[in-house]
Nanobody, 115 residues
Framework: QVQLVESGGGLVQPGGSLRVSCTAS????????MGWYRQAPGNQRELVAT???????DYADSAKGRFTISRDIFKKTVYLQLNNLKPEDTAVYYC?????????WGQGTQVTVSS
């Protein structure tokens, strides 16, 4: 059973920054791709950013230029750096890990952008 544990969410003012983390119970090299998704109240869960086993990254249009996904292999952790946050970025941010026959989710971490 793979476990993903997110942390680092919180309350931040518009224009501020935050870094959320996702620590896996196994080596993150075992996954084909890891990603961050978010879900705001009343909305569907949407993809924010992904990083694959080769380190290639991809972003949703709303994240490009503001968010950065990265990883620390030794810490088994994937990060999402959130810069220039806007109120519309308020959501629960979820970590996801995929490989054949596995699609694992974390419990989520709340990010609230408000003055």
């Amino acid at each position: 059973q793979v476990q993903l544990v997110e942390s680092g969410g919180g309350l931040v003012q518009p224009g501020g920054s935050l870094r959320v983390s996702c620590t896996a119970s196994v080596s993150i090299f075992s996954f084909n791709v890891m990603g961050w998704y978010r879900q705001a109240p009343g909305n569907q869960r949407e993809l924010v950013a992904t990083i694959n086993s080769d380190g290639y990254t991809d972003y949703a249009d709303s994240a490009k230029g503001r968010f950065t996904i990265s990883r620390d292999i030794f810490k088994k952790t994937v990060y999402l750096q959130l810069n220039n946050l806007k109120p519309e970025d308020t959501a629960v941010y979820y970590c996801n890990a995929k490989r054949p026959q596995l699609d694992s989710w974390g419990q989520g971490t709340q990010v609230t952008v408000s003055s």
